[in-house]
């Protein structure tokens, strides 16, 4: 089969990141008789740089002839005064609305190779994590009505959380489904005790939960989540949130598993075209140092590979061999740990492209 696959490597450490993810790409390709095609675009602050805008009409017109996109990671200092429309995020927020991604999936894992790694207490961090939060992407507060204004006589910024019925119930749908295929139980997070758009939120999840009588339900105010990820996080398996809930839950539960360079994330919509990318970003501390690391971002293809290509094996074999070179320990500076052997980022490439 062939698949088309927009890269939008970004900035920072973007590029190193996703040429790794490519060179695993084309060797599963090569082993399992698939052809992948990479068209390189521009996003973010590069975007910027080139033609004055972090997402070019290029760019969103070939993502969508695209199978899949590929993102590495956007911004850095640079590019921080820039007025808001200009920002690299910008772009980012743009790509996901632009394709209608309104489901991110972020699996926080703790390797088992790796639990040396967790920050948190070892009789914690033996009894595993194992966590999908599903975020919503396209509504909430970071979409709503904005603005400035002036309230007696100084001046007031404000944004608002607004969510429609119909936005609740995509990503809640996507939710149970996920639930399906793990332990059948989805946490749903939300401030129904303060906001009226939490309070629907619930209503319209345990609506929903009526058509899934396998799956449990269990509400949790996002306060209380943020306690009970760092005290109890193997009670976590479907996280179910909004948009700005989950930026902030999904980041907590990505550092209780050790490193920010080992999570990999998808963004859904409606089709099979996702877009996959790491979840931590442009690290311009290290860029250009051979120190970042790839593993997230090869994760991220895996799951491009899992979830819009159905090819099944072929993802199990990209986690296997990073699996392997762990068990193997080899570690790049952020997973390192005493008794290891340190690698650099093309030396941990070349490890799992060898163990494929
Ligand atoms: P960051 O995730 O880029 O970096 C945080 C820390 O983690 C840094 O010390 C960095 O060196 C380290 N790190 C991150 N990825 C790593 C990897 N693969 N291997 C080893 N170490 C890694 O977050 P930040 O420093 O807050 O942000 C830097 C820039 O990235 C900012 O401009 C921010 O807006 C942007 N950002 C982009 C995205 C995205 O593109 N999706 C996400 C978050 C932040």
Known sequence: MNYNIAVLAGDGIGPEITNAAISVLNKIGKKYGHNFSFKQLLAGGIAID????????ETIEECKKSDSVLLGA??????DTLPGHLRPEKGLLKIRAELGLYANIRPAKLFQSLKGACPLRSDIAEKGIDIVVVRELIGGIYFGERGIKEINGETAAYDTEQYSVSEIKRIAKIAFELAKKRKKQVISIDKANVLESSRLWRKVVHELAKEYPEITVTDMLVDNAAMQLVKNPAQFDIVLTSNLFGDILSDEAAMITGSIGMLASSSLGDTTRGLYEPI???APDIAGQDLANPIATILSCAMMLRDSFSLINEAEHIE????EVLDKNYRTADIMSEGKTKVSGSKMTELILSEI
């Open 50 to 57: 080139k033609t004055g805008n972090p997402l070019p009409d």
């Open 74 to 79: 956007v911004g850095g200092a640079k590019w």
């Open 280 to 282: 931590h970003g442009s």
């Open 320 to 323: 296997k061999a990073i699996s």
